[in-house]
């Protein structure tokens, strides 16, 4: 597909000239698991990510994020898991930045030292901190930006190029961006990840994950994949690709929505602090401009209180917006980062990094912004005893 069409036009039409010959506007589901194998050179089958199911949607990705090749896994742990274990073998070194995914994070302490592969945290977000903990066998710079949950930037063109010196692989979790407000390939980056379950899948439906990256990176990744096996079956993949068609429209919403709330939140006395790249407060917001096409639909916000009961009340009171878990999908959700995602950490460990008992992750969806802003208003009347604490 020509390199100029807009991510619009990409989302709808990218891969369809992988559709073998019908009169079908849509890819037809195959749902086959054995192919006949005597007039093909390649033998498809689902688990060597080959149908034309799975490829048609690795198409639209690549097309989306400017990459050569890539690989559809079942969830966003399939990809990321496989990537990195591909990437990286005994004795070698991975940076990863601070404040990573709960998953990846678990997967890095809980596996990788027993495969005795190094890994260390950056201190910060900064290029320096990257810089400062490099070692002469560090293989891998992995990031996520803007991070979970406290939105921050890193700068994903200085990481590539301190990364391209010392010929480091990097590879970036681009799931809260989604590939409409960010492509960390063209900023230098050399894989990029998704949690397609997010953003990609957009109706909280769906649960997938892909990597994107160059043909030759590619290939090290799949030898991998092909034996662990995390791949996805073609009813899947058609909801998937129904999903992606309306990417560019969904996320735009989100952008929209988010920038509005974020606003809105951050005139309010019961709130403290509002953390969305979109605000030229944010302190990554010159940075976030100049990487991100649009600042995504993530935020978060810290209430004047740490009560947790009062967070708990606060939460009973909203409408549309649902407490639980998750983010990406059409429909507004929020979770309390201390009692869901970081709840195992101690209080004191929360606070080292930045999260409160008052802080609420807010992943802001395509509803009315005015009927989002009535129910908050509703549910911070509940709260309005807090209006003198700040
Ligand atoms: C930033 C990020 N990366 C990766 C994942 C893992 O994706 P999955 O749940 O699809 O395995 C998640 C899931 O919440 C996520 O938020």
Known sequence: MEEKLSKETLCIHAGSELIPHSQSVVTPVYPASSYKYRETTENTYPRYFNTINQKVIVEKLCALEGAQDGILFSSGMAAISTTLFALLQQGDHVVFCKGLYGGTYHLVTSEFEKRGIQFSFAADHSTEAFSAILTPHTKVIYIETPSNPLLEILDIQAISQLAKK???????DNTFASPINQNPISLGFDVVIHSGTKYLGG????????VVTSS????????????YGGSINALDCYLIERSLKTLAVRVEKHNENAMILASFLQELPEVKNVYYPGLKSHPGHEIASAQMHGFGGMLSFELATNSLTQVDLFLDKLRFIQPAMSLG?????????????HATLSQQERQEIGISDGLLRFSVGIENSQDLIKDLKSAFRSLSVLAHVR
């Open 166 to 172: 010392k010929a480091i692989i990097t590879v970036i």
């Open 203 to 210: 109706h909280s439906d769906l649960c997938f994950g892909a």
């Open 216 to 227: 030759v990176l590619k290939e090290r990744i799949y030898a991998l994949a092909v034996n």
């Open 329 to 341: 999908g059409v429909e507004s959700l929020i979770c309390s980062p201390a009692t869901t995602s």
